[in-house]
Nanobody, 126 residues
């Protein structure tokens, strides 16, 4: 069974940090570009950050540049999203997704990547 499983979400105060993880089972992530997406209540899902198969290329949506960092450890079959300086507007369900594309920005704007995780809730509130 092919699965992506996110973890690391939670409740954090504004200015705080969280580290999300996306672990794959049933397949190896190194054949795929990986993206983090988020969806807030009443809003469309948006691509937040994406990383190439090798990890050499990354993409960030403007609203998270300088605050979020995406990385991957192919040996552990896991991708991470380090989120610093969190703001209330970062509150959303965060999903990871995988697809065999060569351009990371194209993954971040993709409507239906091949594989999706179940999501993890991130709430930023005082």
């Amino acid at each position: 069974q092919l699965q992506l499983v996110e973890s690391g979400g939670g409740l954090v105060q504004p200015g705080g940090s969280l580290r999300l993880s996306c672990a794959a089972s049933g397949f190896t992530l190194d054949a795929y570009a990986i993206g983090w997406f988020r969806q807030a209540p009443g809003k469309e899902r948006e691509g937040v950050s994406c990383i190439s198969k090798s990890g050499r290329f990354t993409y960030y949506v403007d609203s998270v540049k300088g605050r979020f960092t995406i990385s991957r450890d192919n040996a552990k079959n896991t991708v991470f999203l380090q989120m610093n300086g969190l703001k209330p507007e970062d509150t959303a369900v965060y999903y990871c997704a995988a697809d065999a594309v060569s351009n990371v920005q194209s993954l971040c704007v993709m409507k239906r990547p091949r594989y999706w995780g179940q999501g993890t809730q991130v709430t930023v509130s005082s």
